[in-house]
């Protein structure tokens, strides 16, 4: 059988031992360290210099704080885009909360703001003024933020960026993350850079970001002895996995630039067949193409879909998978509110995420390639 080719894999750069090291030697293997707080540094450096971060155990982990410092509550209702992974839903539901699915728009796949502002006043009228809204970078592709974040001003809704799957990626030189309230980061195995799981929130405000990290240290008071005013969670990254982070941001611009490469790859091969198209970056906007996604029409090719494409990949030991299944129609979510004209639906019928890691040989891509030829050919 032919080696495997996955969708996404870690792709260390050479440093990270290093660092890693350095907390052994040290004895620097708990929670926190100098490796957590420089690369809280890094990150925020990346960012830009004003942001404040804690650096987590996942994105997942950033998330839930960042309802519980935006108040959320049981019976609250919290906006989140539908289009997604399930991590950006669950943590509402963490706090007993209720999510307000919002369609994508057709431009970059992500939260569309028209049924944004549509949804907020009909929950309004209902008597219930969403506590936050969840907005997320599909793929790495950024969402409209400037528009959503001038609705979310309009009616004073805090806005939680999920930046799980951008960090790079940018709108007119503002980098995703930076947006909202608060952003999240995702340094989970197949995200453009790892620390192995981990992840962090990122914000302005800086009393935000040290209330997140006392939460997240299991909420312990200044006192010579344990003692606790309010539950805490166990959400802090380890020095060691701060260590593989820190080796990680040295390469993140060569990362983002080998994304992007196979995105140009992908598109100048297989944009010739009917019915393929790939989703392009609006005027000002820069993706990290965190993953090359495809969408195969099969009312346009003769009949080849989605599936077709992907059991032909399966067939020869190469990942890829369908794109995210909105939440609206996930079984545990069905019954929760949804804002749309199933843009995201139509997305997902069609969608495929192709093998787009960073460490991907030429002689990978191009067995990629010939495979994805073979079904159009046929």
Not at 24 to 50: K, R
Not at 289 to 294: E, S
């Amino acid at each position: 059988m032919n080696s495997k080719i996955w969708l996404s894999s870690p792709h260390m750069g050479g440093n990270e031992r290093k660092f890693v090291t350095e907390a052994f030697d040290t004895n620097w293997v708990a929670p926190l360290g100098p490796n957590v707080s420089g690369l809280e540094q890094d990150i925020a450096s990346y960012l830009v210099d004003e942001m404040h971060v804690a650096a987590l155990s996942s994105g997942t982990a950033a998330l839930h704080l960042a309802l519980i410092l935006s108040g959320v509550e049981s019976g609250d209702e919290v906006i989140c885009q539908s289009m997604t992974f399930s991590a950006s839903a669950n943590p509402i539901r963490y706090q007993k909360a209720v999510p307000v699915f919002i369609d994508s728009e057709k431009d970059t796949w992500n939260m569309d703001p028209k049924f944004l502002e549509e949804a907020i006043k009909d929950r309004i009228k209902k008597g219930k003024k969403p506590k936050a809204i969840i907005a997320v970078h599909l793929y790495g592709m950024p969402g409209k933020m400037e528009e959503m974040m001038v609705i979310a001003e309009t009616y004073k809704i805090p806005v939680i960026e999920d930046a799980a799957e951008a960090l790079g990626s940018s709108i007119n030189g503002k980098k995703c993350g930076t947006f909202g309230q608060i952003g999240i980061l995702s340094f989970n195995g197949n995200k453009i850079i790892t620390t192995s799981g981990g992840g962090a929130m990122v914000s302005k405000n800086k009393e935000l970001v040290d209330k997140a990290t006392f939460l997240a240290t299991q909420a312990r008071d200044p006192a010579p002895h344990y003692q606790h005013s309010q539950i805490g969670y166990n959400y802090r990254m380890s020095n060691i996995c701060a260590g593989i982070g820190r080796g990680q941001m040295e390469v993140l611009p060569e990362r983002i630039n080998q994304r992007r490469a196979n995105f140009t790859f992908y598109q100048n091969e297989l944009s010739d067949f009917r019915g393929n198209k790939f989703v392009q970056e609006p005027e000002g906007f820069y993706s990290n193409r965190w993953l090359t996604t495809i969408l195969i029409d099969p009312e346009k090719n003769g009949g080849i879909s989605r599936e077709d494409v992907r059991i032909a990949l399966e067939k020869e030991n190469i990942e890829s998978r369908p794109l995210w299944k909105p939440m609206h129609l996930q079984p545990v979510f069905k019954d929760f509110p949804y804002y749309g004209e199933k843009v995201s639906e139509g997305l997902f019928e069609k969608g495929l995420c192709l093998p787009s890691g960073s460490n991907l040989t030429k002689e990978e891509l191009e067995r990629v390639l010939k495979c994805i030829q073979g079904v159009f050919k046929k």
